[in-house]
C-alpha cells in the first residue's frame, strides 16, 4: 500500500510541474517549467533543492527519478493541458518531450499512451 501513495504523489508532483509558469508563481519560483520526468525512481537519493532560489539563474528545482535538482528550465505556453480519460492497451510513445516541440499554441501533454502536442484546454 504504501508503494501505491508513493507512486500517486510522484504522479500528481510531475503532473504539477507541467502547469504553465502564468498560473500566478510562488514567490522565488522561476518562470519556465520542468521537463517531463521519465527517468527510473531512484528512492534512495537526497534532494538536491527545495525552490528554484537554490538553483543557478537559469535552471529550475525539479522532480528527475523521484528526487528534486536544479536542471535547466524549458518553455512553457500559455493553458493547460486537456484531461486524457483513456487508458492505453499499448506501449507508451512520446511525440513531443516539451511545449516547444509543438507547432503555434499547441502544448506537449500527457495522453493515455504518451505525450502529443494538443489544443490547450478552454476555460
Same mark, same amino acid.
Given at each position: 500500500?504504501?508503494?501505491?501513495?508513493?507512486?500517486?504523489?510522484?504522479?500528481?508532483?510531475? !503532473? !504539477?510541474?507541467?502547469?504553465?509558469?502564468?498560473?500566478?508563481? &510562488?514567490?522565488?519560483?522561476?518562470?519556465? =517549467?520542468?521537463?517531463?520526468? *521519465?527517468?527510473?525512481?531512484?528512492?534512495?537519493?537526497?534532494?538536491?533543492?527545495?525552490?528554484?532560489?537554490?538553483?543557478?539563474?537559469?535552471?529550475?528545482?525539479?522532480?528527475?527519478?523521484?528526487?528534486?535538482?536544479?536542471?535547466?528550465?524549458?518553455?512553457? &505556453?500559455?493553458?493547460?493541458?486537456?484531461?486524457?480519460?483513456?487508458?492505453?492497451?499499448?506501449?507508451?510513445?512520446?511525440?513531443?518531450?516539451? *511545449?516547444?516541440?509543438?507547432?503555434? &499554441? &499547441?502544448?506537449?501533454?500527457?495522453?493515455?499512451? =504518451?505525450?502529443?502536442?494538443?489544443?490547450?484546454?478552454? !476555460?
Amino acid at each position: 500500500m504504501r508503494f501505491w501513495s508513493l507512486l500517486l504523489l510522484v504522479v500528481l508532483l510531475a !503532473g !504539477g510541474s507541467q502547469l504553465p509558469a502564468a498560473s500566478g508563481r &510562488k514567490k522565488g519560483e522561476k518562470s519556465g =517549467g520542468c521537463p517531463p520526468d *521519465d527517468r527510473p525512481c531512484l528512492l534512495s537519493v537526497p534532494d538536491q533543492c527545495t525552490d528554484d532560489s537554490q538553483c543557478p539563474s537559469t535552471m529550475k528545482c525539479c522532480y528527475q527519478a523521484c528526487f528534486r535538482q536544479c536542471i535547466p528550465r524549458v518553455s512553457v &505556453k500559455m493553458g493547460s493541458c486537456p484531461e486524457d480519460r483513456l487508458r492505453c492497451l499499448s506501449p507508451t510513445k512520446h511525440l513531443c518531450r516539451q *511545449d516547444s516541440d509543438c507547432s503555434g &499554441k &499547441k502544448r506537449c501533454c500527457h495522453s493515455a499512451c =504518451g505525450r502529443d502536442c494538443r489544443d490547450p484546454a478552454r !476555460g
